[in-house]
Antibody, heavy 121, light 107 residues
Framework: EVQLVESGGGLVQPGGSLRLSCAAS????????MNWVRQAPGKGLDWVSY????????YYADSVKGRFTISRDNAKNSLYLQMNSLRAEDTAVYYC??????????????WGQGTLVTVSS | SSELTQDPTVSVALGQPVRITCQGD??????ASWYQQKPGQAPVLVIY???NRPSGIPDRFSGSSSGNTASLTIAGAQAEDEADYYC??????????FGGGTKLTVL
């Protein structure tokens, strides 16, 4: 059974940093691309970042570019999101998601339960 | 920048068919994926690629595409289908996009 478990969320002051982790199990983690997706309270889904299976290809949403860094450790079956210079608008539940893709689509086929990040003074 | 547009709300009578649409330039090149999200739960993928359902998704869910519009159809809506539905696609620059979501009410 595929399992994705996020951790590292919490309350942080504006301008602060947090590092989110996602522990993967039940599948061959190193074979899969991964996404981070967030959802602000009462709002829709918002894609944050993507990383290829080997970590060589990375994309970011414009809203987080230069502040957030995605990474992975395939030996530890783990995905990370380093978040710096946090703003109130970064407050959200952050999900990690496994990606299924081809030349013509990219879908997140398994999701964790999410970890809440609250940016507030 | 690219974006995906969905109707905010759709209603359907129990047992009737319903279609939820998603419009965007990226959909002329890339297939949409569709997600169902119920309150307090993580999203669940219901349709991906041209019209594929993950294991466990009922066959009343189907997807289609024409031009810049992707559609999710529920053949006969059930009470348990009441949820928020999001479309998603990648764009030409590699980033991913989500639509604003459609709240489906089953009457």
């Amino acid at each position: 059974e595929v399992q994705l478990v996020e951790s590292g969320g919490g309350l942080v002051q504006p301008g602060g940093s947090l590092r989110l982790s996602c522990a993967a199990s039940g599948f061959s983690f190193s074979d899969y691309e991964m996404n981070w997706v967030r959802q602000a309270p009462g709002k829709g889904l918002d894609w944050v970042s993507y990383i290829s299976s080997g970590g060589l290809t990375i994309y970011y949403a414009d809203s987080v570019k230069g502040r957030f860094t995605i990474s992975r450790d395939n030996a530890k079956n783990s995905l990370y999101l380093q978040m710096n210079s946090l703003r109130a608008e970064d407050t959200a539940v952050y999900y990690c998601a496994r990606v299924r893709s081809s030349r013509y689509f990219r879908a997140s086929d398994s999701w964790g339960q999410g970890t809440l990040v609250t940016v507030s003074s | 920048s690219s974006e995906l547009t969905q109707d905010p709300t759709v209603s359907v009578a129990l047992g009737q068919p319903v279609r939820i649409t998603c419009q965007g330039d990226s959909l002329t090149t890339y297939y949409a994926s569709w997600y169902q999200q119920k309150p307090g739960q993580a999203p669940v993928l219901v349709i991906y690629d041209k019209n594929n359902r993950p294991s466990g998704i009922p066959d009343r869910f189907s997807g289609s595409s024409s031009g810049n519009t992707a559609s999710l159809t529920i053949a006969g809506a059930q009470a348990e289908d009441e949820a928020d539905y999001y479309c998603s696609s990648r764009d030409y620059n590699g980033i991913s996009l989500f639509g604003g979501g459609t709240k489906l009410t089953v009457l």
